[in-house]
């Protein structure tokens, strides 16, 4: 059911049960009282839109976009993993080896609020593919490894 049908069915069970219907309905579904009140208004009214509209909410309604909302987030992203960008300068594949959980909480100490899936999403936008680069083979890692790779990318 569509929360219009969910709401509408809600209001008509509170009205056939009488007085204290809105609460039992409640009680019973797990739903607001608000939201059965507003179906018992709609069905009073004979519904406020039309049985033909598809749409529930309002065009434009709803949670905007991370970006559109917080414009620094790709910024303090791309900050965070161009250090550890891989792959060919010439290509357009690029990947980091961060991962999305890590990056979601490094974002979350700059105060953004981001979960992993956000950043995962925000890297495909970045042309970020996720993966993960493993030693198969070389031996042990030297223990300044990062640092040499940092340094590499600073002199680039």
Not at 43 to 48: I, S
Not at 96 to 110: I, V, Y
Request: proline fraction near 4%; include cysteine; charged fraction near 30%.
């Amino acid at each position: 059911m569509s929360e219009k049908t969910r709401r509408l069915w809600a209001g008509a069970e509170a009205q056939a049960v009488g007085r204290g219907g809105i609460a039992a309905v409640s009680r019973a579904t797990g739903m607001s009282r608000a939201t059965i009140s507003s179906g018992v208004q709609e069905l009073a009214q004979g519904g406020t839109r039309p049985a033909t509209e598809i749409r529930v909410r309002r065009k434009g309604g709803g949670r905007k976009r991370l970006t559109e909302a917080d414009p620094s987030v790709l910024t303090d992203l791309e900050q965070l993993v161009e250090p550890t960008t891989r792959g060919d300068p010439q290509s357009p594949l690029r990947w980091t080896c961060k991962s999305t959980a890590r990056l979601a909480e490094e974002m979350r100490r700059r105060g953004h609020r981001i979960g992993t899936r956000t950043v995962a999403e925000l890297l495909h936008e970045l042309d970020y593919s996720l993966q993960a680069n493993r030693k198969t083979r070389e031996g042990s890692s030297h223990p300044d490894r990062n640092a040499q790779f940092e340094h590499i990318n600073r002199q680039i």
